[in-house]
C-alpha cells in the first residue's frame, strides 16, 4: 500500500529514535509486513538518515538559539519588536481589538463558572527552515567557522528543500574527502548513478562501525578482560533464558526468524542481537499472529498448570475439563477465563497478562506510578482501564493504547532476566559481528 505523508513521518521519527516503545514496535511491525514501508525506510537511511554518524565537533553552546533567533528576525523584517495589532488600523480596528479582549474575558468566565470548553486554538506549525538549520545546528557551526561562504549559500538556500539539498550534497563532499586516496580514486572513475551506490553503500559501512563502537563501549569491561559473552541459547546459565525461548517464543515464530536466530547462533553481537529484534517485537501479554488456538500450542509451563495428577499411581493427568476440546480463536481469552476462576495466574512471563497481579514488577510500578495518574483525572479512559480487567487481550491492549495516547513508554516483558543481561544494550542497532578487531585496537571508549 503507497504511503502517505503521516507514514512516511512516522519513519522517519523511527530512525531519529523519537517513538516510545509501543509506537516502535507497531512501525516496525508494519515495516515488516508492508514492502512499500521497508523500501521507504530503505530510502530513508541511504538519503540523510546515516548523515547524523558522521564526525562533529563540539558546536558553540547558543548555535540553534542564534539560528533560530535570526530566521524570527528575518521574517518580521529584522525588527525585535513585534508592533501592537491595532497599530495602523485607526479608531474602529482599536475598537474591534477591544471587543475581542472584552470576549475573551467572557470566554474566560463562562468557561470557569460553567465550565464550558472553547475549542483549543491548534499550535503553529514550525518553520521548515528552521527545522533544518537546528537539526544540523552542531555541523553547520563547524562549517560557518571552517568556510563562512558556503554557509551563508545554505542559509540563503530559498527553500527547507534546498537547504537540506546544499547540507547533504557538502556533507557527501566532507564524506569522500575524508577517505583515504585509494577510495577517492574510485570515486573518480565512478559516474552518477555509480557514485550514488558507492555513497550509500559507504554510508552503511559508517554507520556499521559507528554501531559496532556503540556496542563496544557498552560491553567494554567484558571485551577488554576477554570475557566470553553469551552468544547462543544454551550459553545463558540458569535456565531462565533458555525455557523461555524455547517455550514462549520459538512456537510462534516466522521460518524466516527461526532461521534469522539459528544462522545468528554461535557469534556475537549477532545472536543476542538478534535474540532481542525479535523478542521485542513480541511482548508475551500481547497477542501475536500466532496466538494458540488450543491447549497443546501454549507453552509447556502453562500447560503443565491446567493438568490435574492422577490419584492412582501410573495414571494419566487429567485436563481440567472446559478447557479438553476447545478450539478456536478466542481459545486463549477462555484460558484466561479459566485460569481466574481456578486460580491457575499468573502464568509466568507477563504471559496472556489480564490483570495487575499476572504483571512483573516494572509493568506494575508503570501502571501505578505513570499510567493510573496519567488517567485519573479522565474518567472515560479510567473506566475503560477498568472494565478491562480480568480479560485478555482487552487488558494489555488497553495498557498499550492509553499509554500511546498519553505519551508514556510501558516496559512490557519481552525476555527474562533483563538487568543480568541487559537486553536493552542491543536494542535499536543493526551491527555484525567483527571477531576480535575490537579487542585489538585496545581503544578507549
Not at 512499500?36 to 558546536?59: F, N, R
Not at 472584552?102 to 474566560?108: D, P
Not at 527545522?131 to 560557518?144: F, G, K, N
Not at 486463549?332 to 502464568?347: C, D, M, Q, R
Request: hydrophobic fraction near 35%.
Amino acid at each position: 500500500m503507497p504511503l502517505n505523508e503521516d507514514d512516511k513521518a512516522e519513519l522517519v521519527a523511527y530512525l531519529d529514535g523519537e517513538l516510545d516503545e509501543s509506537a516502535t514496535q507497531a512501525v516496525e511491525a508494519k515495516i515488516a509486513a508492508d514492502p512499500d514501508a521497508s523500501a521507504e525506510l530503505d530510502a530513508l537511511k541511504q538519503t540523510w538518515g546515516m548523515l547524523d554518524y558522521l564526525p562533529k565537533s563540539s558546536p558553540s553552546p547558543n548555535f540553534t538559539n542564534r539560528t533560530m533567533e535570526r530566521l524570527t528576525l528575518e521574517k518580521v523584517g529584522g525588527s525585535k519588536t513585534m508592533p501592537m495589532p491595532w497599530q495602523g488600523l485607526g479608531w474602529l480596528g482599536a475598537l474591534g481589538w477591544s471587543m475581542a479582549v472584552v470576549s475573551a474575558l467572557g470566554v474566560g468566565y463562562l468557561t470557569m463558572a460553567y465550565g464550558f470548553k472553547p475549542t483549543p486554538i491548534p499550535e503553529p506549525l514550525p518553520d521548515p527552515d528552521a527545522v533544518v538549520l537546528a537539526q544540523h545546528a552542531d555541523w553547520l557551526e563547524q562549517l560557518r567557522q571552517r568556510e563562512p561562504q558556503a554557509f551563508q549559500a545554505i542559509k540563503s538556500a530559498p527553500s527547507a528543500s534546498a537547504k537540506l539539498t546544499l547540507i547533504n550534497e557538502r556533507r557527501d563532499f566532507e564524506l569522500i574527502a575524508a577517505q583515504p586516496p585509494s577510495v577517492r580514486d574510485q570515486w573518480d572513475k565512478l559516474g552518477r548513478e555509480g557514485k550514488v551506490q558507492f555513497l550509500a553503500k559507504l554510508r552503511a559501512e559508517e554507520r556499521e562501525k559507528h554501531e559496532q563502537w556503540v556496542l563496544a563501549k557498552r560491553f567494554w569491561k567484558e571485551l577488554e578482560g576477554k570475557k566470553e559473552i553469551p552468544c547462543r541459547r544454551a550459553d545463558y546459565p540458569g535456565g531462565k533464558v533458555k525455557d523461555y525461548v524455547e517455550n514462549y517464543l520459538m512456537p510462534y515464530l516466522s521460518a524466516e526468524e527461526k532461521t534469522q536466530l539459528t544462522n545468528a547462533e554461535g557469534r556475537w553481537p549477532d545472536y543476542p542481537r538478534t535474540l532481542v529484534e525479535i523478542a521485542s517485537k513480541r511482548p508475551s501479554a500481547l497477542p501475536t499472529p500466532n496466538t494458540p488456538r488450543e491447549f497443546a500450542l501454549l507453552p509447556m509451563p502453562v500447560q503443565q498448570r491446567f493438568k490435574i495428577e492422577p490419584k492412582k499411581p501410573g495414571g494419566k493427568p487429567k485436563l481440567i475439563k472446559p478447557l479438553d476440546n476447545f478450539k478456536g480463536p478466542n481459545f486463549a481469552s477462555h484460558v484466561v477465563e479459566i485460569g481466574l476462576s481456578t486460580n491457575k495466574l499468573p502464568f509466568g512471563h507477563e504471559y496472556l497478562a489480564c490483570n495487575t497481579n499476572t504483571l512483573l514488577v516494572p509493568m506494575r510500578e508503570f501502571v501505578d506510578d505513570k499510567l493510573m495518574p496519567a488517567v485519573k483525572d479522565h474518567p472515560a479512559d479510567l473506566r475503560r482501564f477498568t472494565d478491562s480487567e480480568g480479560k485478555w487481550p482487552d487488558y494489555p491492549l488497553t495498557i498499550q493504547e492509553l499509554a500511546k495516547k498519553y505519551k508514556l513508554d510501558p516496559p512490557w516483558h519481552y525476555l527474562p532476566e533483563p538487568e543480568r543481561w541487559r537486553w536493552d544494550a542491543y536494542r535499536n542497532l543493526n551491527c555484525k559481528s567483527w571477531g576480535s578487531e575490537v579487542a585489538k585496537e585496545k581503544k578507549a571508549p
